[in-house]
Each structure stands twice: as C-alpha cells, then as structure tokens.
C-alpha cells in the first residue's frame, strides 16, 4: 500500500502541477471571454429554464421561443438532468472537501475556489452544448453523450484515442471520487457521530443504491430530482442559521478569504499554515473536485435530458457549478472561518462538523453528518451512471449491468478502507480525466460559440436527430 501511495503520490504531483492549473483556469477564461461572460450575463435565463424544465411540458410567453416538448428526444426532462449531474457534484466535496482546502491552503483557497466556479461555469456550459449537439442513440434506443462522443463525433475518428482515454480514466474514476471516497466520508462521519460501525454504513448504502442504480438512469434521475433540493436546501439554512449566530464574524472571515488569497498565512495553534501556491493549488482541487467543472463528467448526465436545443441545455446546465460552489461551498466556508476550529489542526468533514457544532451545540454536528450522508448517496448515484457509460463506450451496451453491479459492490469496501489514499486517488484522477475533455474543448469552442451566437440572434440551433451508436 505504501508503494502505491508513493507512485499514485508522485503522478498527482506533475498532474496537479502548473499544466492542470493553466488547463482548467485557461480554458475556461478563454470559453468565459469567448462567450462574452454570458454565462455570468445570462444566469437569470439559465433559472428560469432550469423551471420551465421541470416537466418539459412549459408555456412560451409572450416573445419568447417555443419551450421543449415531452415529445423531444431524451430520457429524462432538463430539470432532472441538471438535477442528476448536481447528484453527483453536491458530495464530500462541499463538506469536507471545503475544509480541506481551507486545512491544506488556508481561508485564501475559498478565493481560488470562486475563481474556478465563475470560469467554471463557461466550461459547464461548453460541455452540455457539445454533449447534447454530438450525441448519439445506442442499440436499446437511449440516448448517450459526453466527452467520449463529442471528440468522437466533432473532432473525428482520428481522435478516437483521446475518446478511448476520457472513458478508461472516467470509469476509474468513478470508483473513487463517485464511490468510495463517498462512503468512507459517511462512515467516518457516521462512526463519530452516532457510533456506527464503518462495515454496517457501507452495507446500508450498497442496498439502498443499489435499488436505484440497478433501475438505470431514469430512476436515479427521479430520486436525484427530488433527495437533491431537499437536501440542498436545508443545508443552505442550516448554514444560514450558523452564519446568523456568528454574524459578527462574517466581515473578519471574508477579509481572511480576500488576503490570503494573495499572501502566505503563518503557522497558527495546529495550523500548519500555507503558502499562496497552496491556496491556489488546493482552490483549484478542491473547486473542481466540488463543482466538477472541466471534468467532463456532469455532460454524460445533460445528453439524456429531452431536449434538442443543445444552447438551452447549456443554460441550464451552467447552473450547477454556480449553486455547487458559490452558493453551497460558499456556505461551508464561512462557516468554518466564522468559528475558531479550522486553527486547531482538523481537517476534513470532522472540521465542518465541528464548526457547525461550535455555533449549535449538540445537534450541529448531527447536521454535518446527516448532511454528508444524503449527499454522498446521491453523489454516488450520479456517478454510477458516469462511470457506465464510459464503460460503454470501451465495452459496449452489454458491459453495463456488470459495471452496475461492481460498482455497487466497491461501496462497502470503501467504507472501510484507509481515506488518505481514497482521497489520492480520487484526486489523481480527477485530473487524468480533465486532460482529454479540456483538450477536446479548446478544439471544439468554434462550435459553441457559433451556436450560441445563433441562439441568441434567434436562430434555429437543433443538432437534429441523435447518431446511431453501438450498429
């Protein structure tokens, strides 16, 4: 194990490095500046989609262009795809993932964490676009989508390999970051919280996940769309009430955020203090670990969605980076440095946890941990769906029910395995993955600016009927 750890260590080092960080902050600087800031320009519309989408059966207003149909090709509605990809976004990484970043980076790395949301958003908005535009129909008559087709489909079968590699690294990874990361941050949470034992957490989340999973997407898309505002939404209070014990603190903890950022922050209790490197480097992580902008993950789940307008999928799924981490880390966040715990040395969904208790004694941490749990279970059905349609891609139609079942399998053995090295590995391949989808970006951000640009000019974008896959 050591070993390992020592060469998964090493490949972190060189691909967190200053390629990645040029990577993910670059590409979506320059899809921000191509798309003249309308995503930020445009986050109204994208709500007011994302509410017309519910059952895609709306009312055009007065002006206004005609709303999707139930008849529009996909499986699931808009409202639910955006639904499943924050399933998978909203996770460990927005409670204990924020508190790692503050642990590892210092309160300056929250600043980072913005930063890559709003460029991030860009990027979301690029991956729905090209999923929904380069999607294809496999042989059951369902829609698939994601990097691995629009390389495939609008950079040509000569880059077929770098299709190939999105998926090798996707399915991977889909066992750390969407599945056993998640269960050994709800047993640990579980375990100090309420005296559970890891083994009996994991197996309560393998059969209550694998009842969903095994139903395929349309399932996981039903209970993501009504676990994850729930959940979502009573987070956010929970936070809002800590933050109105702490008021007095709020001012002091945004000027943390905004000097650090720029400067080192020394050593302090058990603290071990940061270097403005390492708040920009565990911001970066730790933001699209969260919000998963640049990923190439959250476009598999917008390519099922009943839609043939790629722009307004694209709207609607911008969305979720904004309300991942402007709004929910940023919850977490504030919470942690309006409290004096994150000085002491913890780290992790402990420190969250007992930031929240620090502000509402005796049940705060009962929050965190129910919290995490609802999260984590969501997080790991949307990433089942990820990791099974990459798996598709390598394998075809007829791989999918043993992936399903693997990947439910993997949970109870994450549930007890050792977090250190989970957290290396989710994090190494978050990476990988990111490499080949910000690449096929970059190639492809002709097309999304020219159909953006036509949809706003009142234009008629439809990419027309789905390719045939698997024939």
């Known amino acids: ?7 998964l260590g090493a490949i972190n080092g ?13 590409v979506g600087l320059y899809l921000q500046i191509g798309l003249k800031l309308m995503p930020i320009r445009k986050l109204g519309i994208g709500f007011k989609l994302m509410w017309q989408g519910r059952d895609v059966k709306p009312k055009a207003g007065a002006g206004e262009k005609a709303p999707e149909k139930a008849s529009d090709s996909g499986e699931i509605s808009p409202f639910n795809a955006l639904m499943t990809a924050l399933s998978a976004t909203i996770g460990t990484g927005n409670i204990a993932g924020v508190a790692t970043a503050i642990a590892l980076g210092g309160p300056g790395a929250v600043f980072w964490m913005w930063i890559t949301a709003l460029v991030g958003m860009a990027t979301k908005f ?11 129909t496999d042989s059951t008559g369902y829609h698939v989508g994601g990097p691995m087709f629009y390389i495939k489909n609008g950079l040509g079968k000569k880059w077929l ?24 941050s709800v047993a640990d949470a579980m375990d100090a919280t309420f005296g559970v ?26 209970v993501a769309g009504k676990l994850v505002p729930i959940m979502g939404i009573a987070y956010v209070i929970a936070g809002l009430l800590v933050l109105m ?43 699209i670990f969260s ?28 969305l979720g980076t904004f309300i991942d981490t402007i709004i929910v880390c940023t919850i977490t966040a504030l919470v942690i440095l309006t409290s004096t715990v994150w000085i002491e040395g913890e ?5 969250t946890a007992l930031s929240f208790d620090a502000a509402l004694p005796g049940f705060g941490n009962q929050i965190v941990a129910v919290a995490l749990a609802v999260f984590a279970f969501t997080t790991i059905l949307g990433w089942s769906f990820y990791g099974e349609k990459c798996c598709q891609f390598l394998f075809g139609t007829r791989s999918i029910m043993l992936y399903r079942v693997l990947f439910v399998l993997a949970i109870p053995l994450g549930a007890i395995a050792q977090l250190g090295f989970i957290w290396l590995m989710a994090d190494t391949f978050n990476a990988l993955m990111a490499i080949p989808n910000l690449i096929a970006l970059a190639l492809l951000s002709p097309v999304v600016f020219k159909l953006t640009k036509d949809y706003f000019a009142g234009k008629e974008v439809l990419p027309g009927e789905a390719l045939d896959h698997d024939k």
């Open 1 to 7: 194990m050591e070993t390992l750890t020592s060469i």
């Open 14 to 26: 060189v691909v967190w490095g200053p390629l990645m960080l040029i990577l993910l902050l670059g």
């Open 126 to 136: 690029a991956e729905a676009v090209l999923a929904v535009r380069y999607r294809e």
């Open 161 to 184: 390999w770098l299709g190939g590699l999105f998926s090798f690294f996707g399915a991977i990874a889909a066992f750390g970051i969407g599945n056993t990361v998640q269960s050994n």
């Open 197 to 222: 034992p890891h083994w009996l957490t994991g197996i309560i989340i393998m059969v209550l996940a694998g009842a969903v999973i095994l139903g395929g997407i349309k399932r996981i898309a039903k």
């Open 245 to 287: 014990v702490n008021a007095s603190q709020i001012g002091d903890a945004f000027g943390l955020i905004f000097y650090y950022a720029f400067n080192p922050i020394a050593a302090a209790g058990g603290f071990a203090g940061a270097a403005v490197m390492a708040a920009i480097r565990f911001g970066v992580a730790r933001g």
């Open 291 to 318: 919000n998963e902008a640049g990923l190439g993950s959250a476009p598999i789940a917008h390519a099922a969605a009943k839609t043939k307008n790629p722009v307004r999928q694209g709207l609607i799924a911008m």
């Open 347 to 351: 780290a992790g969904a402990s420190l």
